[in-house]
């Protein structure tokens, strides 16, 4: 059966100067007595840590019942220059430590007798009496009790004879009580293995504790405390504390019972321990001998060996049922608690944290100046190795590392500011792009002319980019080439850049973002002020409509009547909107007369809301001769009832009697009020007229959206066509090209002009060969999965819009697939730079709605009109015919003129579907001659017009990127281009000719192809 440790204690108390205590030796342990033993106990003391009242004193306690060990105890010393109190009441609630709660009162707190009569009920009283603990300093004490033991520590000069006395008898009575246990206890004890039975052989002298009711402990020892000694180290209380058989689990499982946290007990037991040699050399300075200790030792081996041989000879009940018993008498000590002791055990703790932080803080003081001194050190030894080599500036930290603060020296009087008295240092990181700074330099107190300043260094920073300056005009620049610290263990240039690709990117979006908003903001006002001219227009057109149907009503109101006696009638003869009414209809001699069927179709108010009485009329009987009559409900707000008679229902009647095209109008006699009626009349026209000014608004939005969606849908399919139209010869995956992202370039040679070359090389570049990163290195191309094809790699940059690249047979060139010189280009979606807008200008003879003979006309429209729903700038310049529709031009109006070959042209702008055009309208009237085609002299005019229009471009300041011309009235601006103008300010453009009717002008179609860069169909 395992040891089962009992439940520790912990009473730290104050112990001054000169104090004594009395341990009186368990007689079992040095003599083979014949008394019989129940337990061994060993007490042990040890100094904590110094105190202004004294020292602290650590005392433990190891005891044995049966083969278990029993609580480890701490024990106070008292003064011996006070008088132990007894006290039975617990701390206050008020004294109650936050987080403790106090355990229930043992005993009587009532009932108060002298200190000798509590102790003789101690003693006497059964195993599960509470008996109250021994006091000094007016504080509650703990005295430790169970079956037959305790143990007592008590000043000698205050130790009573008739005390002593008292307690002989009690132990001679226990004694005779353990008669009949003494030799399973011998033979317990002698076989004992000496690993359990070895508490404190480094304790120098072993002090032997008489146990009241055991019959054991008759004898004293006297021992004088020494207060010289320093406090013990943490290593010697656990050299001591493991020797003695007590683990960490062990202490903390007792205290945690007590309520002392594990973490407490842990710091003051396990953490804390006390040499062999420590506790030698402090029994030693007490007046205990090694001789007395080597005694005392050789009869604690003794004891063991007995104990060792009685191992195993009592059975397992009888363990169980001890056991039990010590649980029991455990419980009852731990009632007996004060909360007050665990207030001071924790104060105690804290005291020896405090100590410890304290020791710790020193620590860290000493270890801070150590840094110090050798930061001083190399400071003055780079400083001078600096000096001595001419170096004007270095830095410490010499190797620098992103994310950190560095501080950089420069030597004044090796500088041009020698003789400044201010000196500051102005730089910036990664080539001065990115977070400038300006610092003001300190002198220091190094030898020489040094200043110095701090800088923290960027995660971002890959260089230093610095200068010193005095704070005006005079600047230390290492001779124009700036000074600089390369950053090491950071990103390096390229990461640097697509760092700045991003923030860029991101702050595009956020710009974006916020033109949306205005946007947004901008149309919401418009919209505001729009609904509100629009709502104020509404208003008065119903005032207007209301007012014409109030005086046409008023006219028919003259003319209605309430029956015609021959004709039709109504009864009864007085009603108002809502009521039902009888309409009876004569059809004799009328155009219905010989109608099988007949119906009224009705109204009210001049037919303002239409149709609102359709009804079929029956034959009446009440009435002579050929009558009709029909029930009808007359609308609320009618003032005048309108109707006719017809042969059927609305959409199927034939004949009609419409009162000879007047209808028939009768009056409600007992109607609205007029100016009511022509208020709400009003109103109710309002809100007709906004219905459906809506409904024509939005019929215009859904147009919009409809045509913006078809718009997208189509040129994204037709970038798709295109893409894929290609995909025999080259194609990427995926096919839409991302900026930030990784794409496969796939070749096949085999349908180009490097079919059957043993390799073939990708050239790539981005931003149509315009990137700031220039061209990428020649890519040697692998074969793909699929054999046809050849692939290579590449990683799109953020800044990329457009992807540009051809294919070559060798790495330094040869023969180069360049899409027969026009390369080959992928658009880039998702990156944050857009392509630039090109210039595109028209040079035209027709164009549609307003000039317009054939095809010509809207191919140059619509063509215009698509090219600039792309983003790019369109202008169009058109001869200024006599015979033009300027109708479809808006804003129509001169704008300047020039002289050109000896004639003065006159320039006029406006817009048509959207397109600036510029009209020029030569003085001498070669336009005006009332048509487009159809002169002998179409050729001269339209050459004359061709080179106006470029010269007219030229002094302008026009820099276009492509000039378009179409088919042969314009294709000499493809020549007079080149020949001309090329070279003298319009030397951006490219000439893209269109061909549209082969059947006229086929010399200057042919002259045309040759001259310009690109030609379409």
């Not at 005392?59 to 132990?84: D, I, Q, W, Y």
């Not at 008023?554 to 003869?573: F, G, R, T, V």
């Not at 796939?746 to 043993?758: A, C, R, W």
């Not at 294919?807 to 060139?813: A, H, L, M, N, Q």
Request: glycine share 6%; hydrophobic share 35%; proline share 4%.
């Amino acid at each position: 059966m395992s040891l089962q440790p009992q439940r520790p204690i912990c009473c730290p108390r104050a112990v001054p100067e000169h104090t004594r205590f009395r341990i009186r030796p368990v007689h079992g342990l040095f003599s083979h007595s014949t008394l019989g033993f129940r337990e061994v106990t060993r007490i042990g003391t040890t100094p904590c840590m110094l105190a202004s009242s004294g020292q602290w004193f650590l005392c433990h306690l190891k005891s044995r019942t049966s083969l278990s060990m029993c609580n480890l105890h701490v024990f106070e010393l008292h003064s011996a220059g006070r008088r132990p109190r007894r006290t039975l009441t617990p701390g206050t609630k008020a004294s109650t430590r936050k987080g403790f709660a106090p355990r229930p009162q043992v005993g009587t707190s009532t009932q108060k007798k002298d200190q000798n009569d509590a102790q003789e009920e101690e003693v006497s009283g059964s195993s599960g009496s509470k008996q109250p603990a021994i006091s000094s300093s007016g504080t509650t004490d703990r005295k430790v009790t169970g079956d037959a033991q305790s143990a007592e520590i008590v000043p000698t000069s205050r130790m009573s004879s008739n005390l002593v006395k008292r307690r002989i008898d009690i132990l001679e009575e226990a004694e005779q009580q353990g008669q009949g246990n003494d030799e399973t206890d011998q033979q317990i004890f002698t076989d004992m293995p000496s690993d359990s039975t070895d508490f404190a052989e480094t304790d120098g002298q072993i002090a032997d504790v008489g146990i009241e009711g055991d019959g054991l402990g008759l004898r004293y020892k006297n021992i004088a405390v020494d207060h010289s000694n320093k406090g013990i180290g943490k290593e010697t209380m656990i050299d001591q504390f493991t020797e003695a058989g007590i683990g960490k689990e062990i202490t903390t499982e007792r205290f945690s019972k007590v309520g002392v946290g594990k973490d407490t007990v842990t710091d003051q037991f396990n953490d804390v321990g006390i040499r062999k040699e420590t506790m030698t050399d402090e029994f030693s300075d007490a007046g205990i001998g090694e001789e007395t200790m080597a005694d005392q030792f050789s009869e604690v081996g003794k004891q063991m060996i007995y104990v060792k041989n009685q191992i195993g000879r009592i059975t397992i009940a009888e363990m169980t049922e001890i056991a039990g018993e010590e649980e029991k008498k455990l419980a009852v000590v731990e009632s007996s608690l004060d909360i007050s002791d665990v207030e001071e055990l924790a104060e105690a703790h804290d005291s020896t944290e405090n100590a410890v932080l304290d020791m710790e803080e020193s620590l860290l003081k000493q270890k801070a100046d150590m840094e110090a001194k050798a930061q001083r050190q190399l400071l003055e030894n780079l400083a001078d190795e600096n000096f001595s080599e001419g170096i004007k500036v270095f830095v410490v930290p010499q190797v620098v590392n992103p994310d950190q603060v560095i501080e950089i020296f420069f030597n004044r009087s090796l500088s041009a500011l020698a003789n400044e008295p201010d000196v500051l240092i102005k730089g910036a990181y990664n080539g001065w792009r990115w977070q400038f700074f300006t610092e003001k330099l300190q002198k220091t107190d190094l030898k020489g002319d040094w200043w110095s300043c701090r800088l923290s260094v960027p995660k971002e920073a890959y260089k230093v980019d610095f200068v010193f300056f005095n704070g005006a005009d005079a600047y230390e620049n290492n001779n124009s080439k700036d000074f600089s610290l390369p950053v090491e263990g950071g990103m390096d240039e390229t990461a640097f850049e697509d760092l700045l690709l991003e923030e860029k990117h991101r702050e595009i979006e956020k710009l974006a973002a916020e033109q949306a908003e205005k946007e947004r903001q901008a149309e919401e006002h418009r919209q505001k002020a729009a609904e509100k001219a629009a709502s104020e227009a509404d208003k008065a057109q119903a005032k207007i409509e209301a007012e014409k149907r109030r005086h046409h009503l008023h006219h028919l109101m003259k003319l209605a009547s309430e029956s015609a006696s021959h004709i039709w009638q109504i009864e009864p003869n007085f009603f108002e909107g809502g009521d039902r009414v009888r309409l009876y209809y004569n059809r004799s001699s009328r155009p219905l007369a010989h109608a099988t069927e007949i119906w009224i179709h009705g109204g009210h108010n001049i037919w303002s809301e239409g149709l609102s009485i359709i009804e079929k009329l029956s034959h009446s009987e009440k009435r002579d001769g050929d009558w009709w009559s029909a029930d009808v409900v007359v609308p609320d707000r009618a003032l005048v009832l309108d109707w006719v008679f017809a042969d059927g229902p609305p959409g199927k009647a034939v004949v009609y009697d419409n009162n000879n095209r007047q209808d028939f109008h009768a009056t409600v006699p007992k109607s609205m009020p007029g100016e009511l009626f022509w208020v709400e009349e009003e109103h109710r026209i309002y809100r007709k007229l906004q219905e459906e000014r809506r409904a024509r608004e939005e019929a215009v939005h859904k147009k919009a959206e409809k045509t913006a969606r078809m718009k997208a849908e189509t040129k994204e399919k037709t970038m798709k066509m295109f893409l894929l139209s290609q995909k025999h010869i080259v194609y990427t995956e995926p096919i839409d090209v991302r900026a930030g992202s990784v794409i496969t370039v796939l070749y096949n040679p085999s349908n180009t002009v490097l079919n059957g070359k043993p390799e073939v090389w990708f050239r790539c570049s981005f931003n149509r060969w315009s990137h700031h990163n220039g061209p990428l290195p020649p890519q040697k191309m692998v074969p793909a999965e699929n054999a046809s094809h050849l692939k290579a790699t590449v990683k799109v940059p953020m800044d990329a819009y457009m992807m540009d690249f051809v294919f070559s047979e060798r790495e330094d060139g040869g023969i180069y697939d360049n899409r027969n010189g026009m390369d080959y280009h992928i658009p880039v979606i998702g990156g944050i730079a857009k392509e630039p807008p090109m210039h595109i200008v028209h040079i035209a003879v027709e164009m549609a709605p307003i000039a317009k003979v054939g095809g010509l006309g809207d191919v140059v429209t619509s063509l215009s009109r698509a090219v600039q729903d792309l983003g790019h700038t369109v202008d169009v310049v058109l001869p200024k015919y006599n015979c033009m529709n300027l109708s479809n031009v808006k804003d129509l109006h001169f704008r300047n003129s020039f002289a050109w070959d000896g004639m003065e042209i006159n320039v006029w702008f406006g817009q048509v579907e959207g397109l600036p055009v510029y009209f020029l309208e030569p003085q001498n009237g070669m336009f005006s001659v009332g048509c487009i085609y159809g002169r002998n002299d179409d050729g001269h005019r339209f050459g004359f017009f061709c080179h106006a229009a470029l010269e007219f471009l030229l002094q302008s300041g026009f820099q276009p990127d492509i000039l378009h011309c179409h088919d042969w009235s314009s294709a000499p601006v493809a020549w007079l281009f080149k020949e001309h103008y090329a070279h003298y300010g319009l030397s951006n453009a490219r000439v893209i000719f269109t061909i549209h009717n082969l059947e006229f002008g086929v010399h200057n179609i042919g002259r045309a192809m040759a001259y310009a860069d690109k030609a379409t169909t």
